[in-house]
Nanobody
Framework: QLQASGGGSVQAGGSLRLSCVAS????????MGWFRQAPGKAREFVAA????????YYGDSVRGRFTISRDNAEKTVYLQMNKLMVEDTAVYYC??????????????????WGQGTEVTVSS
């Protein structure tokens, strides 16, 4: 119901854009989020956006470098990642939350998950 893509390998300082295509069911949800998980680490909040566009949230480690956006007509959420650092290496997951909530910034608040796309940043 969520299809993430766009991962790959890039050198530090480079850019990647991730995409997450939602099905009609998951596109009728309240918000979409991106999370990431590096080997041996907990899943980390990256960014979230409300489908209405009323609110956007970023994790502290990516604020100012990453931009989340959405295309309602295409039922797609994007994560533009600039100035990538080695520490950004992880599997990135998109997720959808059904109902309205203040600050959808933790993984347990999400109902649907995509399969993940791997991002590797080398020095």
């Amino acid at each position: 119901q969520l299809q993430a893509s766009g991962g790959g390998s890039v050198q530090a300082g480079g850019s990647l854009r991730l995409s997450c295509v939602a099905s009609p069911r998951t596109a009728s949800t309240y918000a979409m989020g991106w999370f990431r998980q590096a080997p041996g680490k907990a899943r980390e909040f990256v960014a979230a956006i409300v489908w209405s566009g009323d609110a956007i949230y970023y994790g502290d480690s990516v604020r100012g470098r990453f931009t989340i956006s959405r295309d309602n007509a295409e039922k797609t959420v994007y994560l533009q990642m600039n100035k990538l650092m080695v520490e950004d290496t992880a599997v990135y997951y998109c997720a959808a939350r059904r109902s309205k909530i203040l600050r959808p910034t933790t993984s347990n608040l999400y109902n649907y998950w995509g399969q993940g796309t791997e991002v590797t940043v080398s020095s």
